[in-house]
Each structure stands twice: as structure tokens, then as C-alpha cells.
């Protein structure tokens, strides 16, 4: 796929605006690599504004909020932050009738993603309207698949069956494979990460994750902190690194300030991928974390944990056997799952402790279905393709 801007007869001084929304580090990551690869390939031609965290920010974002607003997961736990929430959606969708953008991409989020284009749908702003990252329909609320099309005109698909679940109710889609295989999780300098933080070369290095929204931190942590330690009285040498995203950034320092175990707490993608690099095992909540983690080679396991009303809901929904998307693509538990009651002190350490046996899991041929050796990468793919919708939608109004 190749676009050529110049189709879009732009004026000297002209630019083509884009609206990027997205509500989590996940879609903050994905956002920012779009960003730069339109940037990289078209300089100061295309332009962004929107909503985005830390990462869209570095590569020029003003966004117009905060997005630790809308960092909540849980069907129970989300309650509480319902008014504000929908303060932001008022917020966003005046914000875009105010600044007309030539086209709306919302990045995951989907529960704020859809109300915020359901609703510029009813204000009748018809530039084009795109979502990125497909709702699980395959993973629950099947029905959502027929709902996508009302509200959005394209929906750019990050795994290679998502498409046949909306094409049959005529939503246009695109894959373009999933964003870790080009964020470079595999690539980190772990000798060089131990030797700055001071970290014994023969130590014992956990990375722990306990999640990128505050009420994941509250249920996952001290299960994490009371595993750690029980470990650390058999592993003697056991060092644990701590990567965190601005959203709890704050909470997990508060959290581990007077914890006794050997840590650092580190920031940002690229020092991440160092502590990975660094790392001979890692315990994490579930979530994309465990597809950079299984790129970079390290064993781990995946927990979860939400309140009780929240964990019946979601197993009566639920129609798979697994969360993680590795094991999803190769049908078995490679990644050991530790959800809800599962989720406790005794079980992580376990898992752990075997994990460290084992020393390596069989990800490969789950990687090779993300879109690995494409011509472009996710986000030049992407990219390409919203700058080609722009142009029919041009086309289509100048007639």
C-alpha cells in the first residue's frame, strides 16, 4: 500500500489534520508510532491534535486532558468514574465540531471510542470516522460486531481473524498486524540496564507489571509484593525492576517506597525493554505487556484479578478458553494464566518458581501470526490508509 499526498492537492500552507483519541498506555503507544511514521515520511504536511497520554505527547500531541480519566477497567469498578467520563466525552466531541479535523481516529477504549463517534454521528460530522483495534467480539458480545458499521466508516484489525466478524455486516476493515512486532521489545540492552541501576551480574532479575490502570495496581500489587517476598527467601539474589506508565506512575511509587526487596522503578518504552532484556522471568497482569514480553524472550505468567461482582460477570460473557492472546493464536496454555481465584499468593509463586525451571516458552508460532514480515509496518500501514481515506472523502464531497 503507497499513497502519494499530493492527491490531496494540498495548499502551500496547508496541512491535513488529524483527530486521535485514545484512553490507555496501550493505545498511547500505538498512537505515537502512527504520529511519527506520518510525520517521518511527511513532515509538517499532516498535523494531530486529540486526546493521548505520554508517549503521543513526546511526539507533539497537546492533548486536551489527562487520559488517567479514562484508565478504568472493570464492569463494577468503572462505576464510580462514570461522570467524569462523560464530561470527557462532551469535551472531546466539542472539541472536534470546534476544530473540524479531516478525519477522527479513536485507538482502542472502544466503550469511549464508539460513544464519542456515535455521537458525532448524531451531530452530523461526516468526516470520515475510524477505530482502531477491533472489539473482542470473538471473545464475548458477538452481537457488537453488527453495531461497529452504524458509527464508523473503517476498522483497522490488529490479528489476522478479526476481519471475516465485520465484514459480513459491511464494515470496511484493514489489517495491518499487531504494533509490538515493530516496537522493539526484543531489542533491549540488559548488560548494560544492570550496570546503570547497580544490578549484580549473577542477581536473580524479576520485572514485575502489575497493570497501567490504577485499579488493576489495587488488586494486583500486594499479591505481586507478597509473592516477591516469599521468593526472596529461597533466591537470595533476587533483584525486582518495576516498569510504569505515567497512569500509576505515582500509586506504584507511593506503594513500594519502604518495600525491604532489592527494586527499581523504571519509565518509558525503551528502558522497559531494557529491564526485559535484563530479566530471567517476569510476573504481569494481562494484557499487551505479555506480547513484548514473549518477543523479548522472557518467561512469564499473566495474572488478573477484579472485584467479585466484576469476575462473575465477565466468566458468564466470556465465550474462550484463554485471555492471552498467545495462547489464544496457539489454542493451549503457553503462558500460565492466573485469573481471579486463581490469582493468589501461593499460585504466583509457584508459577514462578517453575517458570524459572523451565528458563523459555514456545511463543514463536503465535508471534509469526501478528504480521510479522510485512511489507510495511502496522503504523505505515495504517498511516497510509487514513490519508487514503481523507482523499475519497475529499473526492466524494467535491462532486
Known sequence: MSFDIETLNLKPNEKVTIYLVTGEPSGDLL???????????YGNKVSFVGVGGESMMKEGLNSLFDIKDLAVMGLAEVIPSIPLVLKRLEQTVQDILQKQP?????????????????????????????????????????????????????????????????????????????PVIEGGAEKGNGADFKKRYGIDENALVMTMLP?????????????????????????????????????????????????????????GEKERYNAFAASDVAMAASGTVSLELALAGVPH???????????????????????????????????????????????????????????????SGSLEKLGKGQDLLPSQKMGEKLLSLIADYKKISCK
Not at 237 to 264: C, G, M, Q, R
Not at 315 to 336: F, G, H, M, S, T
Open 211 to 267: 497493570g497501567s490502570r490504577k485499579n488493576e495496581v489495587s488488586f494486583l500489587m500486594s499479591l505481586f509484593m507478597n509473592a516477591t517476598e516469599n521468593l526472596q527467601k529461597t533466591h537470595k539474589n533476587l533483584f525486582v525492576v518495576v516498569p510504569t506508565v505515567a497512569t500509576v506512575s505515582e500509586k506504584l511509587k507511593e506503594t513500594l517506597k519502604d518495600w525491604a526487596v532489592p527494586h527499581v522503578i523504571v519509565e
Open 102 to 178: 479531516d478525519i477522527v481516529m479513536t485507538i482502542d477504549s472502544f466503550s469511549f471510542s464508539a460513544r464519542v463517534h456515535k455521537k458525532l454521528k448524531k451531530l452530523k460530522f461526516d468526516k470520515p470516522h475510524v477505530h482502531c483495534v477491533a472489539p473482542q467480539v470473538w471473545a464475548w458480545k458477538k452481537g457488537r460486531a453488527k453495531k461497529v458499521g452504524q458509527y464508523m466508516d473503517h476498522l483497522f484489525c490488529l490479528l489476522p481473524y478479526e476481519e471475516k466478524y465485520f465484514t459480513p455486516y459491511g464494515m470496511a476493515t484493514t489489517f495491518i498486524g499487531h
Open 31 to 41: 498512537g505515537a508510532r502512527l504520529m511519527r511514521a506520518l510525520t517521518q515520511k
Open 301 to 363: 505468567l499473566i495474572a488478573y484479578k477484579v472485584s467479585k461482582l466484576t469476575g462473575i460477570l465477565a466468566k458468564r460473557l466470556l465465550k474462550i478458553k484463554y485471555v492471552n492472546l498467545i495462547n489464544i493464536l496457539a489454542d493451549r496454555e503457553i503462558i500460565p494464566e492466573l485469573l481471579q481465584e486463581k490469582c493468589t499468593i501461593e499460585n504466583l509463586e509457584s508459577t514462578i518458581e517453575q517458570l524459572l525451571r523451565l528458563k523459555t516458552q514456545d511463543v
